[in-house]
């Protein structure tokens, strides 16, 4: 009896050639683009997810062209039904004190500038597809390696051991701090906080961002309505006193009301989306900057690799082009026949995607700072050098650079 009771509790031990730690959006199209790849059998890729709890999520992500062309061929587009999708035909930047914005837009029917696509739609696509791959319901609480695996010690005492783990488990993850690899951390004191909002007019396909005195928001169209998903970024301090009124989407919806009076835009609250309440959720936004987003036998990717200010919406799109440079660079080195945990898949892969990240962060960072900045003079200065920009052909770059 003692023997059989013994033999229960010995760790369960497992191979895949590849594992991927992470449940949320980026973990699962990872896996999904390994199975799909050709590169791998089904059953020699793990997948490491911790069970979520179910819960009413009606967040949107904006996915640019190449973002969806990837998506397009996962298949993950096909079932989407009319109010999953809004495309953006149009992009506007109002800066403090600015008459008009900066504006891209197409008017050709075929062409867009991407979609915001619901949360939840594209996951249970994801997930749908990923019905014969091996899932661990657990936690990595440590890892080791020596000179041929990676050993991953799961909560539940699953032991796993691969030769190459992708990383995907967040801006916090916990993984990196496993593998020692060294964040730079930015406190920019300032909280994320989003929810929904009802638009006097229709959204007309145009994402805006606004640059109030409240601090950035974003505001991005939500089905063929006029309602929209915004993020607004606020002081901490402010944040705290915002949520403990009465009525703290009424507080933002003035705020944007008096910065929109001079083009009518008007806002207000909504108490539900779609049947669900529509609660604020937030989050704070200390923001990473990784150097060397690889170690031995492991490639951190997405948010556990980078985090930028939501100000850009391209902090997912940075993401999925992590996950097509993995593929890249395992691809490109298999055909010599490397091992997954050789240098040269690690460098590739490194050396491809930190320029592109750097530069996405420098941005954003540079906008971040300069329109939340206090001084009159560097507001003065943004403000007539959007003016400026918005009459030359030089104001397309900053469309180039949010479509990489």
Request: overall charge positive.
């Amino acid at each position: 009896m003692k023997s059989v009771e013994i033999k229960k509790n010995l760790p369960k031990e497992c191979f895949h050639k590849i594992c991927v730690v992470g449940g949320g959006l980026t973990g699962a199209i990872m896996t999904l683009m390994l199975k799909k790849s050709n590169l791998f059998k089904s059953d020699e890729i793990g997948w490491i997810k911790p069970k979520i709890k179910a819960s009413n999520d009606i967040r949107t992500t904006f996915f640019n062209e190449k973002s969806l062309e990837l998506l397009k061929g996962l298949n993950l587009l096909k079932n989407l039904g009319s109010n999953d999708y809004t495309y953006i035909k149009k992009i506007q930047v109002f800066g403090m004190d600015s008459l008009s914005p900066l504006e891209w837009y197409y008017s050709e029917p075929e062409l867009n500038f991407g979609a915001v696509i619901k949360n939840d739609i594209i996951l249970k696509s994801v997930i749908e597809q990923l019905n014969d791959i091996k899932h661990y319901e657990s936690l990595v609480t440590n890892t080791q390696h020596d000179d041929f695996e990676r050993t991953l010690y799961l909560k539940d005492k699953t032991i796993i051991k691969t030769y190459l783990v992708l990383a995907a488990d967040g801006k916090n993850s916990y993984l990196r701090k496993l593998l020692s690899i060294r964040a730079f951390q930015k406190k920019v004191n300032h909280v994320a906080l989003s929810g929904f909002l009802q638009k006097s007019k229709n959204h007309n396909n145009t994402a805006i961002q606004a640059f109030t005195d409240l601090g950035p928001i974003g505001l991005l169209p939500f089905e063929n309505t006029n309602i929209i998903n915004f993020v607004q970024s606020i002081e901490e301090s402010k944040c705290k006193q915002i949520l403990s009124k009465t009525n703290p989407e009424q507080y933002i919806c003035d705020n944007l009301n008096g910065f929109f009076s001079h083009v009518d835009f008007k806002f207000k609250p909504l108490k539900k989306v779609n049947q669900f309440n529509n609660i604020l959720s937030s989050w704070k936004l200390d923001l990473n900057f990784i150097v060397n987003p690889t170690a031995y036998r492991a490639i951190l990717i997405g948010d556990a690799a980078h985090s930028i200010h939501p100000l850009a919406g391209q902090g997912f799109n940075l993401a999925l082009r992590d996950c097509s440079s993995v593929i890249k660079s395992i691809s490109d080195n298999l055909k010599f026949g490397h091992d997954l945990g050789e240098n040269s898949i690690l460098n590739s892969y490194k050396d491809d995607r930190l320029p592109k990240t750097l530069a996405m962060t420098t941005i954003t960072d540079f906008l971040f700072y300069g329109f939340t900045s206090k001084s009159k003079k560097t507001q003065l200065f943004l403000t007539k050098g959007m003016e400026t920009l918005n009459k030359t052909k030089l104001k397309n770059i900053f469309r180039d650079i949010a479509s990489v």
